[in-house]
């Protein structure tokens, strides 16, 4: 994999100690995970050579018919198809019931062709759900999204070679591993602390070995603690929140919101923008993820990745029973 390491930090820091400073580095999402993908499908054509034509399975489960959740789909099935993943999209109506979606999740998690189970979030139904209760029904071992308790616990234990990682976050930490920038030591700051994004942030920053601090809805003087940051990754949802002024200088800065503004100029009349201000973030940080095309195609990356790898385990398993 390539680095960003050329333009390192101490040119930032050096560059940057006058009030206005040279431009960020850009992390380019869209580059990285296509280096990703053409990794795996690598990975897949080796495992249909050795294993007699044997393919990744994976199906996405969704209940109703979100707009943005049959975007977010759509770009899943279009990676696992490049890659060579077997996918498959079960729609259910969202008048199905809990225990209706509850069955269609146990019938994949008993089938041996399956080796990733993803339920899209947020549930689109008529009904009451309990979506912890339906992301705990996906068996650990098909979890790739790892929303499940288990899957969850082991990160946050530290087990990581033995869970699957969340993917947005996974992508998170490759995008800082772009920049050769070390996270051992450094002082991390997450805004946001969900199940999907801020949680398992936090805990994989923790685990590389940083000193992590994670901020809410309810912390105080957020502009103070994000400039103690030499890594920042943001997950809050607000569009542009997150100042320039706010970061130290040279810090690494991650940014994981999809947020809609409106925008005459465009024909669709809206925007998207993340959850820093990209414009004043680009004057004092090292390095920068651009909305879009910085998180976002990392996190369909990851979902392949943990789908290859559970495919991996699967057949790891397999021969050791013989
Ligand atoms: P949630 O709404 O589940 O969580 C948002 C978090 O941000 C909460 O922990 C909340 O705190 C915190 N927060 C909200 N407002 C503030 C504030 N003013 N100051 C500090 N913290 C705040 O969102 P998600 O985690 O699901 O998503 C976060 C963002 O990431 C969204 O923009 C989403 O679209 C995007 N996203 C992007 C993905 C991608 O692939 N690029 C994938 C998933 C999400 P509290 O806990 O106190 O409520």
Request: charged share 20%.
């Given at each position: 994999m390539f680095s960003l390491a050329s333009r390192s930090l101490r040119l930032s820091v050096a560059g940057c100690q006058a009030s206005r400073c040279s431009l960020a580095t850009v992390i380019s999402g869209s580059k990285t995970s296509k280096l990703v993908r053409e990794r795996l499908k690598n990975d897949v054509e080796k495992m249909r050579n050795q294993f007699s034509g044997f393919r990744p399975g994976l199906v996405v489960l969704q209940v109703g018919d979100r707009d943005d959740s049959n975007l977010y789909i759509s770009s899943k099935l279009k990676a696992a198809a490049e890659i060579g993943i077997e996918a498959k999209h079960i729609r259910l109506p969202s008048s199905a019931t809990q225990e209706e979606v509850l069955q269609s999740v146990m019938a994949v998690n008993q089938?041996?062709?399956?080796?990733g189970l993803i339920v899209q979030l947020p549930l689109d139904s008529a009904h009451k759900m309990d979506t912890d209760l339906i992301t705990n029904t996906v068996s650990s071992d098909k979890d790739v999204d790892g929303l499940s308790c288990i899957n969850a616990g082991k990160l946050s234990r530290g087990d990581l070679s033995d869970c699957f990682i969340p993917c947005t976050p996974n992508g998170c930490m490759e995008l800082i591993r772009q920049t050769g920038v070390?996270?051992?030591g450094k002082h991390a700051v997450v805004i946001g602390r969900s199940k999907i994004v801020g949680a398992p942030m936090r805990d994989l920053l923790l685990w590389r070995h940083a000193t992590v601090t994670t901020c809410h809805s309810?912390?105080?003087?957020l502009p103070e603690q994000v400039g103690r940051a030499d890594i920042l990754v943001v997950?809050?949802?607000?569009?542009?929140?997150?100042?320039?002024?706010?970061l130290k200088v040279g810090a690494v800065v991650i940014d994981c919101g999809i947020n809609h503004l409106p925008d005459e100029t465009k024909a669709s009349g809206k925007r998207v923008v993340g959850d820093v201000h990209y414009a004043s973030a680009n004057q004092r940080a090292g390095f920068l993820t651009p909305v879009?095309?910085?998180v976002g195609p990392m996190t369909v990356a990851m979902l392949m990745e943990n789908t290859v790898q559970s495919a991996q385990r699967f057949l790891l398993r397999s021969q050791s029973l013989r």
């Amino acid at each position: 994999m390539f680095s960003l390491a050329s333009r390192s930090l101490r040119l930032s820091v050096a560059g940057c100690q006058a009030s206005r400073c040279s431009l960020a580095t850009v992390i380019s999402g869209s580059k990285t995970s296509k280096l990703v993908r053409e990794r795996l499908k690598n990975d897949v054509e080796k495992m249909r050579n050795q294993f007699s034509g044997f393919r990744p399975g994976l199906v996405v489960l969704q209940v109703g018919d979100r707009d943005d959740s049959n975007l977010y789909i759509s770009s899943k099935l279009k990676a696992a198809a490049e890659i060579g993943i077997e996918a498959k999209h079960i729609r259910l109506p969202s008048s199905a019931t809990q225990e209706e979606v509850l069955q269609s999740v146990m019938a994949v998690n008993q089938n041996p062709a399956v080796h990733g189970l993803i339920v899209q979030l947020p549930l689109d139904s008529a009904h009451k759900m309990d979506t912890d209760l339906i992301t705990n029904t996906v068996s650990s071992d098909k979890d790739v999204d790892g929303l499940s308790c288990i899957n969850a616990g082991k990160l946050s234990r530290g087990d990581l070679s033995d869970c699957f990682i969340p993917c947005t976050p996974n992508g998170c930490m490759e995008l800082i591993r772009q920049t050769g920038v070390s996270v051992a030591g450094k002082h991390a700051v997450v805004i946001g602390r969900s199940k999907i994004v801020g949680a398992p942030m936090r805990d994989l920053l923790l685990w590389r070995h940083a000193t992590v601090t994670t901020c809410h809805s309810k912390t105080q003087d957020l502009p103070e603690q994000v400039g103690r940051a030499d890594i920042l990754v943001v997950g809050a949802g607000r569009a542009e929140m997150v100042r320039g002024e706010w970061l130290k200088v040279g810090a690494v800065v991650i940014d994981c919101g999809i947020n809609h503004l409106p925008d005459e100029t465009k024909a669709s009349g809206k925007r998207v923008v993340g959850d820093v201000h990209y414009a004043s973030a680009n004057q004092r940080a090292g390095f920068l993820t651009p909305v879009p095309g910085g998180v976002g195609p990392m996190t369909v990356a990851m979902l392949m990745e943990n789908t290859v790898q559970s495919a991996q385990r699967f057949l790891l398993r397999s021969q050791s029973l013989r």
